[in-house]
Structure formats: structure tokens, C-alpha cells
Antibody
Framework: EVQLLESGGDLVQPGGSLRLSCVGS????????MSWVRQAPGKGLEWVSG????????KTVDSVKGRFIVSRDNSQNTLFLQMNSLRVDDTALYYC????????????WGRGTLVIVSS | EIVMTQSPATLSVSPGETATLSCRAS??????LAWYQQKPGQAPRFLIY???SRATGVPAKFSGSGSVTEFSLTITSLQSEDVAIYYC?????????FGGGTRVDLK
């Protein structure tokens, strides 16, 4: 079965750090760009960061630039999001998403992992 | 950054009728426009890419159209399983951006 499974979400204090993981299965993980998308409670979708096949190219939304780092381990079919200096407004459900072949639409989504930043 | 604006925010449609959702980009996205469906408590589901091409397994009742900056998603013969929030997304340039969504419910 083709799927993505995120993990690592937790309750963390402002200023803290967290590392999210996403394991892909049922497809050639190393052949596709990957992204993280988040959704704050009751809000819409916000793309956070994307990474190329080998990890050599990374794109990040300005609101998390310098705080969040996306990476991947193709040998483990795993995508990561290192989140530092977390803020209350980073509270969201974080989705891992596979990007289309040669394109940047998001054609497969995980179920998400919840990050709550609160004191 | 390309800003995506969806309208209306909420659309109430009678069962069996047609829903038409709009999405506008602040500049041309060269046809690189996708649509997603998100049902309550679920992850988004990929529906449309290239403004008008249906993703694998998406029924023909969903159709996309438009170009340059103006796009639409049409859902025919609306049923209870179509109740969801629908998002457009441009993938012409980074950062990827989504519209705010249109909630579709039954009248």
C-alpha cells in the first residue's frame, strides 16, 4: 500500500525543539520531491518546506526560515523536519506530502502529527 | 509570493445540484494549479492538477477549468460524501501557496 506515516509530534514549551519524521512506503521514495504542510487548529493549509530528490535543494516558507530544517534519508525512506525555537503559532497538525512527478503538486498525504507549543 | 484567494468561503448546495468554486491568483501561475478535498478529521486528498486534469481515481463529477489567474472547480450531482473543504494551490513558484478554502455543505 502506498502511504506516508508521520511521527514525532508532541507538546513542547515555547523556545523548545522537536524533530518530526515521515516514513514513505509502497513507492520509490528517492524518486520524488517531498514536502511538509501544516494546518493550525480550525485553519487552512500552509506549505512549510520542500526538499529535492537528493536533498541538495531545500525551499522553506519565510515564517519558519532559520528555525525549521527539512532533510531526508533515502536509504530509510524517511523525511524529517527539525523544528527549533518553536513558537505558540507553530501549533498545528503537520502533514508529510509526496510531490508529483516532475511537478510540485502534492499527490499523497500522510495523516499528520500534532505539534502543540504551549507553556 | 503568489497569493491565492478562494470564493465563496462557504457554499450551500442542494443534493443533486452543481457546486462551482472559484480560485484567483495574484499573478499568473501558468496553469500550475491543483485542487484538494479535505473532509472533516481527514488529511487532504489530491483531486486536480494542471488546472483541469483529474488525479487517478477521482470521479468525473469533479472538473477543473481556468487559466492565467482565474480558476474554478465544478462538482456535479452533489452528494453527502462531497461535503468538505476544497483548497486550491499554485505550484508555479516557491513558496507553494494555498487558497483559504471553500467549505461545501448540503442545503
Amino acid at each position: 500500500e502506498v502511504q506516508l506515516l508521520e511521527s514525532g509530534g508532541d507538546l513542547v514549551q515555547p523556545g523548545g525543539s522537536l524533530r518530526l519524521s515521515c516514513v514513505g512506503s509502497g513507492f520509490p521514495f528517492s524518486n520524488f520531491y517531498m514536502s511538509w504542510v501544516r494546518q493550525a487548529p480550525g485553519k487552512g493549509l500552509e506549505w512549510v518546506s520542500g526538499i529535492s530528490l537528493s536533498g541538495g535543494t531545500v525551499k522553506t516558507v519565510d515564517s519558519v526560515k532559520g528555525r525549521f530544517i527539512v532533510s531526508r534519508d533515502n536509504s530509510q525512506n524517511t523525511l524529517f523536519l527539525q523544528m527549533n525555537s518553536l513558537r505558540v503559532d507553530d501549533t498545528a497538525l503537520y502533514y508529510c506530502a509526496k510531490m508529483g512527478p516532475g511537478n510540485w503538486y502534492l499527490d499523497l498525504w500522510g495523516r499528520g502529527t500534532l505539534v502543540i507549543v504551549s507553556s | 509570493e503568489i497569493v491565492m484567494t478562494q470564493s465563496p468561503a462557504t457554499l450551500s448546495v442542494s443534493p443533486g445540484e452543481t457546486a462551482t468554486l472559484s480560485c484567483r491568483a495574484s499573478q499568473s501561475v501558468n496553469g500550475y494549479l491543483a485542487w484538494y478535498q479535505q473532509k472533516p478529521g481527514q488529511a487532504p486528498r489530491f483531486l486536480i492538477y494542471g488546472a483541469s486534469s483529474r488525479a487517478t481515481g477521482v470521479p468525473a463529477k469533479f472538473s477543473g477549468s481556468g487559466s492565467v489567474t482565474e480558476f474554478s472547480l465544478t462538482i456535479t450531482s452533489l452528494q453527502s460524501e462531497d461535503v468538505a473543504i476544497y483548497y486550491c494551490q499554485q505550484y508555479n513558484s516557491w513558496p507553494l501557496t494555498f487558497g483559504g478554502g471553500t467549505r461545501v455543505d448540503l442545503k
